[in-house]
Structure formats: C-alpha cells, structure tokens
Nanobody, 127 residues
Framework: QVQLVESGGGLVQAGGSLRLSCAAS????????MGWFRQAPGKEREFVAA????????ATEDSVKGRFTISRDNAKNTVYLQMNSLNPEDTAHYYC????????????????????WGQGTQVTVSS
C-alpha cells in the first residue's frame, strides 16, 4: 500500500505561484509513475501532469504547459508540482496519484491507471 499526502495548496492571486508537494509512505515510489490531477466544482477530474518513476519522462496537459512543472525526489519519496502564472481557471482540488509501472520510464495521463490517490489539496486563485 502507498499512502499519499498532498500539501502546499492555498489562496493566491492571479499571476502568483504555488508549489504542491506529495509525500509518499508505505513503499518506495521509485518504480511508480506519479501524476497530478485536479477537479473543479461541477467539473470532471482532469489530468494535469505526470512523471515516470525514473523522472526521465513527463507528460503535461496543454493548458498548463509552460506554467506547471512536475518533478520528483525519489530519495525523499516526494513529488512536486510547481505552478506559476496561476489564473482563476486553475482553481481546483489537486490530487496526487501513484501507479506501479512495469518499467521506470512509463508515464500516463489516464487517471484510471492510478491505484493510489491522496486526499488532495485545495488551490484557489483570485482574480
């Protein structure tokens, strides 16, 4: 079992930045693909960014490309999401997820592939 705990959310003005963290416990996540997803009120959950177990491959949703960066520190069993140039459309509950991949270069934007999910952290961007 992998437990995931997100932190770093909060209220920020448009144009500001936040850095989300996802701390994993229970297992070493170096063989896990990790992803960030978000869900706004009244909307479906959507993919934000993902990173392979080795950190060599990444995938990013088009609307956040150039603004959001996913990274990981396997020594700390932690994944990060650096969010810059935030706008009100980024307001959502952000979730971290883990998928035990068959090779460390695997990355996936599909939430259905992820076995473990955190409780999420709220990000609110004011205009």
């Amino acid at each position: 079992q992998v437990q995931l705990v997100e932190s770093g959310g909060g209220l920020v003005q448009a144009g500001g930045s936040l850095r989300l963290s996802c701390a994993a416990s229970g297992r070493t996540i170096s063989s896990y693909a990790m992803g960030w997803f978000r869900q706004a009120p009244g909307k479906e959950r959507e993919f934000v960014a993902a990173i392979s177990g080795s950190g060599s491959n990444r995938a990013t949703e088009d609307s956040v490309k150039g603004r959001f960066t996913i990274s990981r520190d396997n020594a700390k069993n932690t994944v990060y999401l650096q969010m810059n140039s935030l706008n009100p459309e980024d307001t959502a509950h952000y979730y971290c997820a883990a998928h035990q991949a068959w090779y460390t270069g695997y990355v996936s934007p599909h939430g259905s592939e992820y076995e473990y999910w955190g409780q999420g952290t709220q990000v609110t961007v004011s205009s």
